[in-house]
């Protein structure tokens, strides 16, 4: 096996190089009164900045993040990073939890002892998971890719070979939202017989394009054409990310207000934090986050996956999941697609309509996602468990 234990150990360099920066920040203009409208707010920012460099404590962070069971594998020659928390129950099922973009691995530090410890939380250990939540290639502490097509499929490709032939789950559930739910539904075409069950936070945004345009229910009309409206009015980050992010890079990659400003208003705009920010993340999640892009200078890979994507599509129409799908919808995630819309593509046999929580539901309402995600495989588990046992 190829597996190894992995500590985080971010050099005393980088972070007294991270500390210069934020000190010698240069600071644009401003329209007055813009609030959020143009971007993320200069005020705002500012204080974010000098909590970065006057009282964020990286190495207690540090600490936090490596009391969870961290490895690194070689997977085709492909170093991935990934958590590893054993379950605390009779026959805990093993799940891979997929984060997206712009969060990390750190997306799911909240609901890992939920999921693999239900007991400890007031759950029952029967519903007790084996927990993998690796960094996507481009992220964290997985290598970063040096070259083109590193799709979700590719990812797929990987995360199968990782749970199955180095850690020996040869059937196992998935989740995922955002990038990872395109990741957890390309595990589910083309490693069918391997996945117990899949469940998402979201339908991946690619199918918006994917829908015939007849036989379309109300909602599925509504939806698709808010999808239109929103990639007028929120959507250039990722048309720049898909078309040059080369160009983008060069910016984020050197300047760490830079890299906050392009981050911190996706987790305003996309969570149930009412236009403030710090009502759902405190700056500690916000710049724990932050800084694992910054020392891992792992911003450009990031956004160059939108870039593979959009350029690596393939050619064959996608078959319909037949994996036993659970979908959990958070009412302040952006387009949020309907049930019926959503059954085009999946085997849904569960749908949740949650009562807040947005985009970052593991960070948000880690408790409603966690418990979902339980009862979601509650049915599932017995039948998996039994053929494991044969």
């Known amino acids: 096996m190829s597996v190894k234990s992995f500590k985080i150990q971010i050099l005393a360099t980088v972070l007294d190089d991270l500390q210069e920066r934020l000190e010698r920040t240069r600071w644009p203009d401003e329209i007055r009164g813009a609030g959020w409208d143009y971007g993320t707010n200069l005020d705002y920012l500012k204080s974010l900045v000098d909590y970065w460099h006057n009282q964020f404590d990286w190495r207690a962070q540090e600490a936090k993040l490596n009391q969870l069971a961290q490895f690194r594998a070689d997977v085709n020659g492909f170093g991935i990073h990934f958590i590893h928390e054993r379950g605390k129950g009779s026959s805990p099922l093993p799940i891979i939890l997929s984060h997206g973009w712009p969060d990390s691995f750190f997306r799911m530090y909240k609901i890992i002892p939920l999921l693999s410890d239900p007991a400890s939380h007031g759950g ?37 070979k990782l749970m199955r032939d180095e850690l020996g789950y040869t059937r196992f559930g998935a989740h995922g939202g955002d990038r ?42 509504q939806y698709l054409e808010l999808g239109k409206q929103w990639q007028i009015e929120e959507g250039a980050y990722g048309l720049i990310q898909a078309t040059k992010p080369q160009s983008l890079a060069y910016g984020l990659h050197d300047s760490p207000a830079g890299l906050a400003g392009w981050i911190v208003e996706k987790f305003r705009s996309w969570s149930d934090c009412d236009g403030d920010v710090e009502k759902r993340f405190t ?24 870039y593979d994507e959009q350029h690596n599509q393939p050619q064959e129409a996608e078959k319909r999941i037949e994996v036993p799908t659970g979908v959990a919808i958070f009412p302040r995630d952006p387009i949020s697609a309907p049930r019926d819309y959503a059954e085009r593509f999946f085997n849904v046999q569960r749908w949740a309509a949650m009562p807040r929580g947005g985009h970052f539901a593991a960070l948000e309402e880690p408790d409603l996602l966690a418990e979902d995600i339980r009862a979601f495989f509650r049915p599932l588990r017995d039948s998996t468990l039994a053929e494991l046992k044969k």
């Open 124 to 160: 029952d250990p029967a519903d007790s998971f084996d927990v993998v939540v690796p960094s996507l290639p481009g992220f964290g502490f997985s290598d970063r890719p040096t070259e083109n097509g590193f799709t979700s499929q590719r990812i797929a490709e990987l995360f199968a």
């Open 180 to 221: 990872g739910s395109g990741v957890t539904e390309q595990l589910a075409s083309h490693y069918t017989a391997s996945l117990v069950g899949i469940h998402l936070t979201d339908i991946p945004f690619y199918h918006l394009f994917t829908v015939p345009q007849e036989d379309l229910s109300e909602a599925e009309r």
């Open 283 to 306: 700056k500690d999640e916000l710049l724990t986050n932050l800084t694992i892009y910054w020392a891992t200078e792992t911003i450009n890979s990031s956004c160059r996956a939108y």
